[in-house]
């Protein structure tokens, strides 16, 4: 079982759909979470940061946590052909970056 | 600042043939990370530094790779002998201590022929 699992898409929606993007893990020491969005042909970018337990909103973007599951999402309001990219959820156990996990990613296409 | 500078963009190479990868990191992040990013393993970490100094280079996949920092604005990392299996995008990043983002380069896209 690889430490962080992420369904690898493609995943396709109509612009102004919810969409939900998932990650599980095994490692219960993980304390921070992170969602990167990488556009083709350029290198991640971090989206939203949360730590522990609990939901964090930053406009149409939602990250929850769920430790107790090992499980995190995030979720976009009213996703825009704009947030066409791939979301790659990290983790660390420590709030400094060298033993950030990265899950594979998902792949998103809104479609106008 | 202009972010995590990486040299060249793209490289195109013949099997055997060494190849250097260059990152220069954003001024005042002190640590540096080296990542592969392949369609079948995702983003792997290769190698990562800190102040410098090489702390943990078990992603390195195996001794054809070398990584190195002489300075707080410049790393490479080298391949020789290059191999096919080598094809995949190469990333470096830089963070710090008090920041857990780490900022991304471009990348540069290998090609192993």
């Known amino acids: 079982q690889k430490e962080v699992e992420q369904d690898p898409g493609p995943l396709s929606v109509p612009e102004g759909a919810i969409v939900s993007l998932n990650c599980t893990y095994s490692?219960?020491?993980?304390?921070?979470f992170m969602w990167y969005r990488q556009y083709s042909r350029k290198g991640p970018e971090l989206l939203m940061y949360?730590?522990?337990?609990g939901n964090k909103e930053d406009g149409r973007f939602t990250a929850q946590v769920d430790k107790s599951s090992k499980y995190i999402s995030l979720f976009i309001r009213d996703s825009q052909p704009s947030d066409s990219a791939t979301y790659l959820c990290?983790?660390?156990?420590?709030?400094?970056?060298?033993?950030?996990?990265f899950g594979p990613g998902t792949r998103l296409s809104v479609l106008p | 600042d202009a972010g995590v500078i990486q040299s060249p963009r793209h490289e195109v190479t013949e099997m055997g043939q060494e190849v250097t990868l260059r990152c220069k990191p954003i001024?005042?992040?002190?640590?540096l990370f080296w990542y592969r990013q392949t369609m079948m393993r995702g983003l792997e970490l290769l190698i990562y530094?800190?102040?410098?100094?090489?702390?943990?280079d078990s992603g390195m996949p195996e001794d054809r790779f070398s990584a190195k920092m002489p300075n707080a604005s410049f790393s490479t990392l080298k391949i020789q002998p290059s191999e096919p299996r080598d094809s995949a995008v190469y990333f470096c990043?830089?963070?710090?201590?008090?920041?857990?983002?780490?900022?991304f380069g471009q990348g540069t896209r290998l090609t192993v022929v």
């Open positions: 990043a830089s963070s710090t201590r008090e920041n857990t983002e780490a900022f």
């Open positions: 490692n219960s020491a993980f304390q921070y």
């Open positions: 949360t730590y522990s337990s």
């Open positions: 990290a983790m660390s156990a420590t709030n400094y970056g060298q033993n950030f996990v």
């Open positions: 001024s005042g992040h002190d640590y």
């Open positions: 530094f800190n102040n410098n100094v090489p702390i943990d």
